[in-house]
C-alpha cells in the first residue's frame, strides 16, 4: 500500500480536489509508475460528463513516468524503465490479435468504468473505494497502476512532459492522417478544429505525410493563426457565411480528405459538397450518443467518397507512439509549440483554459 496525492473527482462537483489517497501495490500484469506529467485532453471533460464513468473517480489518461515496481507476470518492463501511457486493451481479442488495439473488443469495460474487469480498483481513501484505471491509467496523480499492455517504453531523448500528450490526443490526429486514411502525397486535407488533436492532424498532413495543401479550420483567429505555424498552408474560419466558398476558392475540385475534431456536426455536413471526387471524411471526435449526421447518400456513390469513423489514430501504441516520437527528434512533429505547463495543483485552471480554448495542450507537471 502507498500514499500517493491525486486529484480526484468527487460526485456533485466539476471541480478536481487534490488529496492523498491510497494506492494499492501492482497485481498479475500491472505496474506502477511514478507519474512526471499529465496532458490534459478533451475527452477528459467527456469522461466527467458521461453516466459511465463511477464517482468519485480519478481521471487523466495522458501520462508519462517512470516505473517504480512490476507485479507477477509482466515482461519487458522493469523498475527505472521511461514510459507513455495510453488506453488499455485486452490483448486477446480479434482487434488485438491483428494490432488493431483501438477496437479492442473490451475497450469500453477496460478504460472507462473505472474499474478492472473483476470491479476492484487500485484506489482508495479512509477505505472508501475511489475510481481508477481511467484509460489504464487515472492519470492525474503522482503514482498511477496501469496493465502492462497499455504503456510503452520511451528512451531519454524526449522529455517526459512532452511525451504525456502522445498518449492520446497526440496520436489520435496524427494517427487519423498516417493509419486511418493514409494521407498520399501531394493531396489536399482540411482539418476542422486546431486543438491539440486537429493540429497533430495538420503536423503529420503537411510535414509527415507530404499533403501539398492543408486547410485549418476553427472559431478562433488565435488558433488559425497557431496553425500556419506547423503546416497549414490556407486557414479558414468555420464560423464565417463565406466558408463554403472560401474553401471552394482554395479547392475547386474539390477537398480529398477532411478530418472533423469538433463534433460540431452542422459544419461537418456543409464539408461533405466540398469533397472532391474519391474524397474521404474521417470523424475524429468524441461524439455525443445520439449525434447524427444529415447529408446526400448519393454524393458517396457517384464520386466513390467514403466516410469513416477512427478511435485513437487506429493506432497500435507499441509501434505507434515510438514512430510518431522519431518524427518529433527530426522535427517533423513539433508539438513543442502546442504544449502548456501548469502545476499540478493548478490543475483545475488547466482545465478550465482548455475549455475555454485559451490553452490548446495543458499539461500538468506532478511535483517531484
Ligand atoms: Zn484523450
Ligand atoms: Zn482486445
Not at 485486452?90 to 474487469?117: H, I, M, W
Not at 486514411?181 to 482540411?190: A, D, G, I, R, Y
Not at 463565406?242 to 480529398?256: A, K
Not at 456513390?301 to 527528434?329: E, N, V
Amino acid at each position: 500500500m502507498n500514499h500517493i496525492k491525486a486529484a480526484v473527482l468527487w460526485p456533485g462537483t466539476d471541480r478536481l480536489s487534490i488529496e492523498t489517497l491510497e494506492l494499492e501495490n501492482p497485481r498479475e500484469g500491472e505496474v506502477l509508475v511514478k507519474i512526471v506529467a499529465s496532458g490534459i485532453c478533451h475527452s477528459d471533460m467527456v469522461l466527467r460528463d458521461a453516466s459511465i464513468t463511477t464517482r468519485p473517480v480519478v481521471l487523466g489518461h495522458e501520462g508519462a513516468g517512470i516505473i517504480e515496481q512490476v507485479g507477477p507476470g509482466v515482461s519487458g518492463f522493469k523498475p527505472g524503465d521511461r514510459v507513455a501511457m495510453s488506453y488499455a486493451n485486452c490483448g486477446d481479442c480479434p482487434s488485438c490479435q491483428s494490432e488493431k488495439p483501438a477496437y479492442c473488443f473490451n475497450f469500453v469495460g477496460l478504460n472507462f468504468t473505472g474499474r478492472r474487469p473483476d470491479g476492484s480498483t487500485s484506489l482508495s481513501k479512509d477505505g472508501k473505494t475511489i475510481g481508477s484505471h481511467i484509460c489504464g491509467q487515472s492519470a492525474f496523480a503522482s503514482h498511477a497502476i496501469c496493465p502492462q499492455g497499455g504503456i510503452v517504453k520511451v528512451d531519454d531523448s524526449v522529455p517526459l512532459e512532452l511525451v504525456a500528450p502522445f498518449g492520446c490526443g497526440f496520436q489520435t490526429g496524427a494517427g487519423a492522417v498516417l493509419n486511418a486514411l493514409k494521407v498520399p502525397k501531394n493531396s489536399s486535407v482540411m482539418v476542422l478544429g486546431a486543438g491539440a488533436v486537429g493540429l497533430s492532424a495538420v503536423m503529420a498532413a503537411a510535414y509527415i505525410a507530404g499533403a501539398t495543401t492543408v486547410i485549418a479550420v476553427d472559431r478562433h483567429q488565435s488558433r488559425l493563426d497557431r496553425a500556419l505555424t506547423v503546416g497549414a498552408t490556407h486557414a479558414v474560419q468555420g464560423a464565417s457565411a463565406n466558408f463554403v466558398v472560401e474553401v471552394g476558392e482554395i479547392c475547386p475540385l474539390g477537398v480529398d480528405y477532411v478530418f472533423d475534431t469538433t463534433a460540431y456536426l452542422p459544419l461537418v455536413e456543409q464539408c461533405i459538397p466540398l469533397l472532391g471526387i474519391q474524397g474521404s471524411l474521417c470523424l475524429v471526435a468524441a461524439y455525443p450518443l445520439d449525434a447524427k449526421l444529415s447529408f446526400p447518400v448519393s454524393a458517396f456513390t457517384t464520386g466513390g467518397r467514403t466516410i469513416r469513423g477512427t478511435m485513437g489514430g487506429d493506432s497500435d501504441i507499441q509501434r505507434f507512439i515510438p514512430r510518431l516520437l522519431d518524427y518529433h527528434r527530426q522535427g517533423l512533429f513539433p508539438v513543442e509549440k502546442l504544449v502548456r505547463y501548469y502545476d499540478f495543483d493548478e490543475i483545475n485552471l488547466a482545465i478550465d483554459d482548455s475549455e475555454r480554448g485559451e490553452t490548446i495542450k495543458a499539461v500538468v507537471r506532478m511535483p517531484t
